[in-house]
């Protein structure tokens, strides 16, 4: 397609979303909810047309030369279908946040005023490679009463458009409007340029994918952005920590999924840990087959290699990861502030106090006790799916799901009341 043609195209996608979005923004619930789950009976029915279409674009991309951790991104099996009718039946069981009542009070005035949930509009969601992204998003906008604009990576196409055909259908099963939900039909790349300036039909757009998608999202996009640009997520083995806590989480953050953004890419140790425990952490990973760079004492321990200045700071999404000493939650602290990207952060301590001192004096989006970075995730807070992780400070932070994609709106009821 020349620029013309693509202009034209996505035109229409944005003329019809918004037309859609009209209509979403009052449906009834029941209408959303049966949407949902015939979506999710479609997509459990077409399993085996699904596994071909990605069979497909596993192809492409093993010939396109992705590395292993964004081919295991793209890759889907009947057990991870199986996850996305569940993500599907679990965003339908959820409450509709629209019209939902944020606050209300009376003033002296007379007047009774609600702050209620209202839908963004239309949200245009620029991703890579997990085709899953296709169904959560489209989920997620749909229970929010948001229509949806879908740009898939190119390696994902044939995976994104038979999730789409199925969420489509369950928007025909309930009566709602097919713009509701649509998909870029091109891999042409002057359609995402072309998006970021649709500030006519879209309302905010949500990237997922790495570095050099989302920083070109935020330095062209005339849309407003939620996203985050890496996830350089650390954790924080304290003096105070529970050994075999210790050991199970820094395995399962690093090690799990290594592709995706709240896997750890660096492992910050207290010293007084170090002297009771040496570095046990650290040849747990290496047992595990994972490259740690570090630096100083840990350089000691077999298997480790120096690591760079610039590994610190650095999102691998492989089985890599930076490993350092610090001086107490301090120190902790003060190398997360410098070197982090406020997306999710542990700490692995039993007491109290210093966990409370983690929490209070990082402003991550997520934040966590003893627990694996692997959760930072829509779907493990209970929210179903999400459609992005969001690191920036205005209006949504950490998973964006249903409710994140909802604004408000304030009713005011009076009886016949002016303003002396």
């Known amino acids: 397609m020349d620029g013309m043609d693509i202009a034209t195209l996505m035109e229409g996608l944005g003329a019809r979303a918004r037309e859609a979005s009209a209509e979403l923004a009052f449906a009834p619930p029941a209408a959303k909810e049966a949407a949902l789950l015939a979506a999710a009976?479609?997509?459990?029915?077409?399993?085996?047309?699904?596994?071909?279409?990605?069979?497909?674009?596993?192809?492409?991309?093993?010939?396109?030369?992705?590395?292993?951790?964004?081919?295991?991104?793209?890759?889907?099996?009947?057990?991870?279908?199986?996850?996305?009718?569940?993500?599907?039946?679990?965003?339908?069981?959820?409450?509709?946040?629209?019209?939902?009542?944020?606050?209300?009070?009376?003033?002296?005035?007379?007047?009774?005023?609600?702050?209620?949930?209202?839908?963004?509009?239309?949200?245009?969601?620029?991703?890579?490679?997990?085709?899953?992204?296709?169904?959560?998003?489209?989920?997620?906008?749909?229970?929010?009463?948001?229509?949806?604009?879908?740009?898939?990576?190119?390696?994902?196409?044939?995976?994104?458009?038979?999730?789409?055909?199925?969420?489509?259908?369950?928007?025909?099963?309930?009566?709602?409007?097919?713009?509701?939900i649509q998909m870029v039909p091109t891999r042409d790349r002057a359609a995402v340029s072309e998006m970021l300036r649709m500030v006519k039909y879209i309302d905010v757009i949500v990237p997922r994918g790495g570095k050099g998608l989302v920083g070109l999202v935020q330095a062209e996009a005339r849309v407003p952005v939620f996203a985050h640009l890496e996830g350089i997520c650390h954790v924080y083995a304290d003096g105070e920590a529970d050994l075999a806590k210790a050991r199970r989480v820094v395995l399962n953050a690093k090690t799990r999924r290594t592709g995706i953004c709240g896997s750890a890419e660096c492992l910050l140790i207290d010293r007084a840990f170090y002297a009771r425990h040496g570095g046990v952490l650290i040849e747990d990973l290496l047992k595990a087959g994972v490259e740690v760079r570090a630096e100083g004492e840990l350089l000691s321990i077999p298997g480790t290699i120096e690591a760079k200045a610039d590994d610190f700071g650095r999102e691998f999404l492989d089985m890599i990861i930076a490993a350092r000493l610090v001086d107490g939650v301090d120190g902790a602290i003060a190398h997360i502030r410098r070197y982090g990207s406020q997306h999710t952060e542990s700490?692995?301590?039993?007491?109290?106090?210093?966990?409370?001192?983690?929490?209070?004096?990082?402003?991550?989006?997520?934040l966590m006790h003893n627990a694996s970075t692997q959760f930072a995730d829509g779907g493990e807070f209970g929210m179903g799916a999400e459609i992005g992780i969001a690191t920036g400070k205005m209006h949504a932070r950490g998973p964006v799901g249903a409710e994140q994609l909802t604004s408000f709106k304030y009713l005011v009821t009076g009886e016949g009341t002016i303003r002396g």
């Open 41 to 180: 009976e479609a997509v459990e029915a077409s399993l085996p047309q699904i596994l071909e279409a990605n069979a497909k674009d596993m192809a492409f991309g093993r010939d396109k030369g992705l590395s292993e951790a964004m081919l295991d991104r793209l890759k889907l099996d009947a057990s991870r279908v199986a996850g996305i009718v569940a993500g599907l039946r679990a965003v339908a069981a959820q409450a509709d946040p629209v019209g939902a009542v944020i606050a209300e009070w009376d003033m002296p005035s007379g007047l009774h005023i609600r702050r209620v949930r209202t839908p963004l509009g239309v949200v245009g969601v620029i991703y890579e490679s997990r085709p899953n992204v296709t169904a959560d998003a489209a989920a997620l906008c749909l229970k929010s009463g948001n229509a949806v604009i879908l740009r898939g990576g190119s390696e994902s196409y044939h995976s994104s458009q038979a999730l789409l055909s199925c969420m489509v259908a369950g928007l025909k099963a309930a009566g709602l409007p097919e713009g509701a």
């Open 347 to 366: 700490i692995l301590t039993e007491n109290q106090a210093t966990a409370d001192r983690f929490f209070q004096r990082l402003d991550s989006a997520i």
